[in-house]
């Protein structure tokens, strides 16, 4: 017997799965097929798990960061929060959510790759 969380049908993993193809469209330059992507979604709870993978690959991210720009990342995580409480039940205003917590996701990312480049290993910060 499978544990739920290894279900090939967990709504976790496919909402992470469907954030790192999202993202891994924008970075080739795909924004029709990544806008696609999430036109196709049309219920509120896909685009929620969507957005929880963001979050979890921002948050992970972030944390190795310098403790500035952690605190910067961690008060737009909020505010992204805020975003997503607000259009709880509106799949448009979840899809513009989304569209900002994967732009956050590539912000994330290209801070932890200019402080790496910066202060070298001393930018891993636990």
């Known amino acids: 017997m499978t544990a739920p ?8 993993d496919l909402g992470a799965r469907r ?18 992507l999430l036109a196709g979604l049309t219920d509120a709870r896909e685009l ?5 993978g963001f979050t979890a ?33 509106d799949p448009d205003g979840l899809r513009r959510w989304l569209r900002d917590a994967g ?6 990312n290209r801070l932890v790759e200019a402080a790496r480049r910066r202060l070298g290993d001393q930018a891993a910060v636990s």
Do not use: I
């Open 19 to 36: 954030a790192t193809e999202y993202l891994a469209l924008l970075d080739a330059g795909r924004t029709d097929d990544a806008e696609a």
């Open 103 to 108: 732009e956050e996701v590539r912000t994330v």
């Open 48 to 52: 929620v798990f969507v957005g929880a």
């Open 57 to 89: 690959m921002a948050r992970r991210t972030g944390r190795t960061l310098p403790t500035a720009m952690r605190a910067q990342a961690s008060t737009r995580q909020v505010l992204l929060g805020q975003l997503r409480d607000a259009s709880r039940r």
């Open 5 to 12: 969380s290894e279900s090939p049908a967990d709504p976790a």
